[in-house]
């Protein structure tokens, strides 16, 4: 079974943990699907690794760098 995302593109979809294993691998199916991907993770600069190297996909990946254990990192990530 095909599952179509055309009615996700150009919508925004936050990742935590996107800097590895299961979260790095939906920001990526997301951002070949068209959405545009906040990628939430301690080690931001491998989420900015992973968005250059998804720079010619149909979505975009914007990293920024957050510990979801911290009230401060969330709410300086949606500041």
């Known amino acids: 079974m095909v599952i179509s995302?055309?009615?996700?593109?150009?919508?925004?979809?936050?990742?935590?943990?996107?800097s590895s294993g299961i979260g790095a691998a939906t920001a990526e199916a997301l951002?070949?699907?068209?959405?545009?991907?906040?990628?939430?993770?301690?080690?931001?600069?491998l989420v900015e690794e992973?968005?250059?190297?998804?720079?010619?996909?149909?979505g975009k990946l914007h990293?920024?760098?957050c510990d979801v254990r911290k009230e401060e990192d969330i709410l300086r990530a949606f500041d």
Do not use: E, P
């Open 50 to 58: 992973q968005a250059k190297k998804l720079s010619n996909k149909k």
């Open 5 to 18: 995302m055309d009615r996700w593109s150009g919508k925004v979809a936050i990742i935590t943990g996107a």
């Open 31 to 45: 951002v070949q699907s068209g959405l545009t991907v906040v990628g939430l993770a301690r080690r931001s600069q």
């Open 63 to 65: 990293a920024f760098k």
